[in-house]
């Protein structure tokens, strides 16, 4: 069995880099769309024995008991940043209950519960860190690993080749996985695009909901065709 923590931002400062695009109270329920998907998978797992939401965001509480997760207040930890926070809790989590801990961001609206049993197979097989990268290859989403594996966490630029050069440098079995539902986190327009294309004819819960239920996903199809390509991140696997 293993145990999950979800990192997840205050949801009023959520998403800024969509500000262009979605209103705060647009972006704040995306987050919490996204959020809700990925605790619903989790909650669901059979594999799962424990979820924590790490969050000061003031109904992280709230969100947490809607699927059976503890709530650990950012704040209380001490530290700030997310390489330092997740450390923590991460330190915290492992000595208290010694289960192997899943730690996957909050905006994996595609995530499933075929992508969980994949991580934890990898994982089982190497008994070692289990790297889930983004769909550019270069961050990291996800990382799954026991107290003789934990990562030196690198989240940021590159994260994806920092985990594994660190891991390596320890002598530690890494391993990489690459899937879909993993791979794509929502930070940037672009990253919209890729969403939009991916909910088109399948159903995807709360994301799908507010997306394609709301109206929401029309506004934003015709705000992304109004803007020149130039205005639109790059897909940084199309700029190879």
């Known amino acids: 069995m293993v145990q999950a923590l979800v990192p997840l931002k205050d949801l009023v400062r959520a998403k800024t880099r969509l500000a262009g695009l979605l209103?705060?109270?647009?972006?704040?329920?995306?987050?919490?769309a996204m959020v809700e998907d990925v605790l619903g998978v989790l909650a669901l797992h059979p594999e799962i024995e424990g979820i924590t939401l790490l969050s000061d965001d003031p109904a992280a509480h709230l969100l947490a008991a809607r699927y059976g997760a503890s709530h650990w207040a950012e704040s209380e930890l001490g530290c700030r940043?997310?390489?330092?926070?997740?450390?923590s809790a991460s330190d915290r989590l492992l000595a208290v209950r010694g289960a192997?801990?899943?730690?996957?961001?909050?905006?994996?609206?595609?995530l499933s519960a075929a992508d969980?049993?994949?991580?934890?197979?990898?994982?089982?097989?190497?008994?070692?860190?289990?790297?889930?990268c983004d769909r550019h290859g270069t961050g990291t989403n996800l990382l799954c690993f026991d107290a003789g594996s934990a990562?030196?966490?690198?989240?940021?630029?590159?994260?994806?080749?920092?985990?594994?050069?660190?891991?390596?440098?320890?002598?530690?079995?890494?391993?990489?996985?690459?899937?879909?539902?993993?791979?794509?986190?929502?930070?940037?327009p672009q990253d919209l695009v890729a969403l939009l294309g991916q909910l088109d004819g399948i159903?995807?819960?709360?994301?799908?909901?507010?997306?394609?239920?709301?109206?929401?996903?029309?506004?934003?199809?015709?705000?992304?065709?109004?803007?020149?390509?130039?205005?639109?991140?790059m897909d940084r696997e199309e700029a190879g």
Do not use: K, M, W, Y
Request: aromatic content about 2%.
């Open 23 to 32: 209103s705060p109270s647009e972006r704040r329920a995306l987050a919490q």
């Open 81 to 87: 940043g997310l390489n330092a926070v997740v450390a």
């Open 100 to 110: 192997p801990l899943l730690l996957l961001h909050a905006d994996l609206p595609l």
């Open 116 to 132: 969980i049993s994949a991580v934890l197979a990898a994982r089982r097989e190497t008994a070692g860190l289990v790297v889930g």
């Open 151 to 188: 990562p030196s966490f690198c989240f940021g630029p590159d994260s994806c080749a920092r985990h594994l050069a660190a891991a390596r440098e320890r002598g530690a079995p890494v391993t990489v996985l690459r899937r879909p539902g993993i791979g794509l986190d929502v930070d940037e």
């Open 203 to 233: 159903v995807a819960g709360h994301t799908d909901a507010l997306v394609n239920g709301s109206g929401l996903g029309a506004r934003v199809r015709l705000a992304l065709a109004s803007l020149v390509p130039a205005e639109l991140p």
